[in-house]
């Protein structure tokens, strides 16, 4: 029938297990199909040329009934050999038989048959009008069949000689050899057998030849006339001793297109045997697998030789995923045909795995269903990673800001809804910076380590540790049946964290200070706890450190201040209330003013004098210490030198000035030190620049650059608060240092306290192996006075001899006291130095 012919519902009876392609393709013919007891379960025609009534009257009746008495035998033996002879579909049962029709007339048919699609049973024969053929024939009703079937058949049909040659050639062999049907006469068949093939196809043509009445099957390759390789499936039968025939008969298919397809659904079965991929189909009746890949088996721990149906598809699965399954996978499966998603099991070796799993139910068929899994463990594992990196801190591995903020909002929420309370302390440590800069990061990380360790340890197993940022680690403290226990939760932790931390052999001792604060009423706001439990934080750094401070209303008031004190130092240096003020510096020996310190004072429009303590940590952490201090340093130089001119006098008086961390970092610093000398004047020699040790080992390499280009300029480099921190000997040795000032914490007890008195006579020691001048500050009394002489400092700077003052009052304390008097008196037997 022409290819343009709609496909669309055949009249008859429905054919279960006929495929509709071949429905279409063929629609002339008759189909009926027969079950497994004989029996037409169906039968279509397009157009019916062979019943000739109502197809539904064939259903039900005896197939061999329907055809001519003569021709049931051959068609009973050609059936069974195909319904109980194992023979693959490409092997048709095909013969030539007569329908009696439902008007009693026998008409000759084509027939041939093969198997239905599973999972109906029996098979579909197709009987196509063959009147024309047989009546056209000469001779009897045997060789016109033969000749009806030859011609008819869609198969090739040759007769060969008792060596191969090609005797005759049917109306196929012309196509299927790629060869004139003229040539093909008298050609050696073996002329297209394909070499690799020749051996086996000779001696199984032998053996044939050699037996009259025998028959073999053959499948091989064949080179076509034109060069093509083309599969065929031959069968050949000795008919020499037919008179009707005298040959041996082949009869042959190419099968090319078959095994192509075959050899793509092999290698499609290598993939599915050698993927790690578990692939298995599933009985829906017993739910236990029919078909699994090597994979699936080792995965159930099944051996390869094992019995498939002794696991349960739901064995490997965790109790969990095997209650998604029943309530959901299977019901989806089943209902949409399609199930994807991902399931967590347990492999017969303990391993547990997660698995995306895709199901897929054959409805069309048996309902089987087809899975197909894939362990994403490792994926799901690196996902988890990723996930846990963002949100928490890759050093101590606790949650990081991001992930504290969200927590707190929801513990905040559900505070407010329960009307509880949640608390949250702040932890910072002090003088962190000093470990860091001193004993280098990878000190300052075991530290942080070794504190978020025992934070963790002193607080509730439920409250949750963060680390804010940098140093300071926050506490969020829920289910609080009393709010002061927040209070005695944060008394825990500093007793802990004091516990020496052992570095590198050393032992470091760290302290805390601790700010606890509890949600205000109602308050949702993460921000608001934070800053209040920051604030209460700064409160206990401000009154000692190593302490704890819970919040109260005056120090929110105190952070709003902050806030405020910023905004005005920001126009302080504009509205010129930086001033700076000088503190006398004393040659112990002589009793002598030899140099001054300038100290940073701020006139507040407000509150007044305020001391650097007040404001110069804001300057540094907003930056506005760098214009602030250049500021100074060129009012320190240009006052001093103005000084030098009004009091000639006072020989070569000295001036050291503070610089801090953010200062030094500019690259212009040196520069801009070379230009105030140049402006003002001042002699390179009086200049001091004051920093102290914790910032000099901030950056070793970059200090060492910069004081070495400080001392190129000839400026003197003072080392501030000696004894503070935990510089090394070896960078002291590296840095180009003229002086060390001992802190005042040591001078403090000089003569009552025998520990500062021998750390301070160890520094003086230091100095002088070094060759430094070393100068004490902080001198308050006598005693002290009398420790700093004895000890052979020096200089001496401090209250006893002398206050800050500011600049206008410089030149009378000078004039005083360049006449030394009576407390410098008698004056003392000149130092080692
Ligand atoms: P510092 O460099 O150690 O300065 C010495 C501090 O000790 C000054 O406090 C001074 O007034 C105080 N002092 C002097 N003698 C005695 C004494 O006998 N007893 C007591 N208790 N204190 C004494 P001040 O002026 O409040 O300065 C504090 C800190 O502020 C300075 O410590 C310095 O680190 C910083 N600073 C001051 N001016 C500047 C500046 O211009 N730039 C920078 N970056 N920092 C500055
Ligand atoms: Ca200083
Ligand atoms: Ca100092």
Same mark, same amino acid.
């Given at each position: 029938m022409s290819p343009e012919t709609p496909p669309g519902p055949l009249p008859g009876v429905p054919l279960p297990g006929v495929t509709a392609r071949a429905l279409i393709d063929t629609t002339s013919d008759l189909y009926i199909t027969v079950g497994p007891d004989a029996r037409i379960t169906g039968a279509a025609a397009r157009i019916d040329r062979l019943w000739r009534g109502p197809l539904a009257d064939l259903v039900g009746r005896e197939a061999l009934s329907v055809l001519h008495p003569d021709d049931r035998e051959l068609a009973a033996s050609e059936l069974a050999a195909f319904m109980f002879g194992g023979?693959?579909?490409?092997g048709d049962a095909e013969f030539l038989g007569r329908i009696i029709g439902a008007d009693g007339v026998a008409r000759w048919a084509a027939i041939q048959a093969g198997e239905l699609e599973p999972p109906a049973e029996g098979i579909v024969v197709i009987a196509r009008d063959a009147h024309e053929l047989v009546s056209g024939q000469p001779g009897d009703a045997g060789e016109a069949r033969l000749r009806a079937l030859i011609e008819h058949a869609p198969s090739v049909v040759e007769v060969l000689d008792a060596q191969g040659v090609i005797l005759w050639a049917g109306p196929g062999a012309e196509q299927a050899r790629g060869v004139p049907r003229g040539e093909l006469v008298g050609t050696s068949s073996a002329r297209f057998t394909h070499p690799d093939d020749a051996d086996e196809a000779n001696a199984w043509f032998r053996a044939v030849a050699a037996r009259p009445g025998a028959s073999d099957r053959y499948f091989g390759r064949m080179i076509r006339g034109d060069g093509q390789v083309a599969w065929v499936d031959a069968t050949i039968t000795n008919r020499l001793d037919d008179p009707a025939v005298r040959g041996i008969v082949a009869n042959f298919h190419d099968v090319t297109d078959l095994v192509r397809s075959r050899r793509v659904s092999d290698r499609l079965g290598r993939v599915v045997e050698r993927t790690t991929d578990l692939v298995l189909v599933i009985d829906p009746d017993s739910g236990l697998p029919v078909e699994a890949n090597p994979a699936a088996r080792s995965f159930w721990g099944i051996p390869p030789d094992g019995d498939l149906a002794t696991v349960h598809w739901g064995s490997a699965l965790t109790p969990q995923a095997f209650d998604i399954a029943a309530s959901e996978v299977i019901p989806v499966a089943s209902e949409r045909g399609t199930w994807t998603g991902e399931l967590d099991a347990v492999s017969a070796s303990g391993r547990a795995v997660t698995m995306s799993v895709h199901v897929e139910r054959h409805t069309e068929s048996d309902g089987a269903y087809a899975v197909v899994a894939r362990d994403i463990s490792e994926r799901k594992a690196f996902e988890a990673r990723l996930a846990h990196e963002a949100t928490h801190d890759p050093l101590t591995g606790l949650p990081n800001r991001a992930l504290l903020v969200d927590r707190l909002e929801h513990a905040l929420a559900r505070a407010a809804r329960s009307d509880q309370q949640l608390a949250v302390i702040f932890c910072d440590l002090d003088h962190f910076k000093v470990i860091n800069d001193s004993l280098g990061h990878g000190a300052g990380d075991v530290v942080l380590r070794a504190v978020a360790e025992r934070l963790v340890a002193s607080v509730r197993p439920g409250d949750t540790v963060a680390r804010f940022g940098g140093d300071e680690l926050v506490v969020v403290c829920e289910d609080l049946d009393d709010p002061g226990l927040a209070a005695s939760i944060a008394d825990r932790i500093g007793p802990a964290i004091a516990e020496p931390i052992h570095v590198a052999g050393a032992e470091v001792f760290v302290t805390v200070s601790c700010g606890v604060a509890l949600s205000r009423p109602g308050s949702t706001i993460a921000e608001e706890i934070l800053g209040d439990a920051d604030a209460a934080m700064y409160r206990a750094k401000a009154t000692g450190r190593a302490r704890v401070a819970r919040f109260d209303r005056s120090m929110r008031d105190e952070a709003v201040a902050r806030l405020d004190l910023e905004g005005s130092l920001r126009r302080a240096l504009d509205r010129h209330e930086i001033r700076v003020h000088y503190q006398p510096i004393v040659d112990v020996a002589s009793g002598a003013i030899v140099a001054v310190e300038a100290l940073a004072r701020w006139e507040h429009p407000e509150r007044g004098l305020l001391a650097p303590g007040e404001w110069i940590g804001l300057a540094e952490d907003t930056g506005l210490i760098v214009p602030i201090g250049g500021w100074i340093l060129d009012q320190a130089c240009r006052q001093v030198q103005r000084g030098q001119a009004t009091l000639p006098g006072l020989g070569e008086l000295e001036v050291s000035v503070n610089v801090s961390g953010r200062q030094l970092g500019q690259v212009s610093f040196v520069a801009e030190v070379e230009r105030v000398l140049a402006v003002t004047g001042l002699a390179p020699s009086r200049l001091g620049i004051e920093l102290t040790e914790s910032l000099l080992m901030d950056d070793v390499d970059r200090s060492a650059a910069t004081l070495g280009a400080l001392k190129d300029l000839g400026v003197q480099v003072v080392v501030d608060d000696?004894? !503070?921190?935990?510089?090394s000997l070896s960078y002291l040795r590296r840095f180009p240092v003229d002086q060390l000032k001992v802190d005042r914490s040591f001078v403090d007890g000089l003569g009552t306290d025998a520990d500062d008195t021998a750390i301070a006579a160890l520094i003086v020691a230091l100095a002088r192996t070094l060759g430094l001048r070393s100068v004490a500050e902080g001198v308050e009394t006598e005693v002290q006075l009398a420790e700093v002489r004895r000890l052979g400092v020096d200089r001496a700077q401090g209250y006893l001899l002398g206050r800050p003052q500011p600049p206008e009052r410089l030149g009378d304390v000078l004039a005083e006291l360049? !006449?030394?008097?009576?407390?410098?008196?008698p004056a003392p037997p000149p130092s080692a130095r």
């Open positions: 023979e693959p579909i490409s000696f004894g !503070t921190g935990y510089s360049t !006449t030394p008097n009576e407390r410098s008196a």
